[in-house]
């Protein structure tokens, strides 16, 4: 409708009186008539959940995880890991060294145990797994394919308890659950897990390329032989000779349950059963002779470590409020690590310019 073709200021105020006056006299759609309750609005989201009490006075508040933003925090999680390296944790580190060394002495005599009790139980020892997808990639002259297999019998299907695959449809599970429900616990473990396992998959993976041991089904010697540092393209020449110690199925495991176990408290069976598959993990490899014995005190450490730093910076301890609730002061929730730098001038002789310091 046209109320004018000229007229400046006047027309536009006609406009608008003309406007707003035919808005109000006409009922909203939507509007109930006079006396009835208003229905309600099954358009607006559910806020998310961002604090979760989990015993008496222990309650933490999680952020809602951005985009991928998780993938940042992996260099900040690796240059945390160092600060376990004090006076407290000697006793920790003695203890597996301890363990790895009288594991290694009596590595022979576990691994021909394990697999005597395999095949008293007619349980194939042989590694037997269906390709459902592969997509052959290559960079270089080493071969990078995405493959996606499934086990073919139960040494295997143990086995499978430690594959990439399995904790990556765990993680998808919990995001895919805090993105429906809005539930930032769920999404934030989620990305925990993808901090806990990729960080500790490159820290297994320096490791296993500077060691160099063989594994048991590839052992020239009694224990296997070790390595050190082997070329990169004998490395990827010939991977199961170079790559026993540590595991990294282990490692991935242990740092699956604790990440989940340590924002769950509540659910006690947590850890119960998380060990006990990864029980079930370790004999399969023993049987199948993928892994020696002593490979696995160091994997379990360092899937633990890095997970404990990935739920450490994943939440905030909420503050109970004190008696009197003037004294008390909301939480401050730390800055991403990349965002903590702290420029500041500097002068020494005659040099003057500037530095940059980062608080990890």
Known sequence: MKFFTSGGRSGVLLAFCLLAGSAAAAPSPTQAPAGLAQPADTTARPPRRTDYTVAPGVTWHYEQPGQLRWLTHIPRDIGQFPGYFKAENVPAFAGIATGSVVLWLADEAILNGAQHLGRTLHLNAEDRQRKLVYIPIRVGNSKLPIEFNVPDNLNSTFYFLGDGWTHLTIASSFMAYGLLKHDNRAAQTATQLGEAILSTGLVVQA??????????????????????????????????????????????????????????????????????????????????????????????????????????NGRTRVAEPPANPTDWHAPVHRRPWYRRGELSPFSYGPFTGGSVTWHL
Not at 215 to 240: E, K, M
């Open 207 to 312: 490791l296993k390329r500077t060691t160099g041991r063989q594994s048991p089904f590839q052992a020239t010697h009694d224990r296997g032989l070790w390595d050190l540092l082997p070329a990169y393209s004998t490395y990827q020449g010939n991977v199961s000779n170079y790559d026993a110690f540590p595991s990294g199925h282990l490692a991935t495991a242990m740092a699956t349950v604790t990440v989940i176990a340590e924002n769950y408290p509540e659910y006690r069976f947590i850890r119960p059963v998380g060990y006990s598959l990864m029980g079930v993990l370790g004999y399969a490899m023993l049987n199948n002779g993928v892994h020696w014995a002593s490979d696995y005190p160091l994997g379990i450490a360092l899937g633990y470590g890095f997970a404990k730093i990935a739920v450490r």
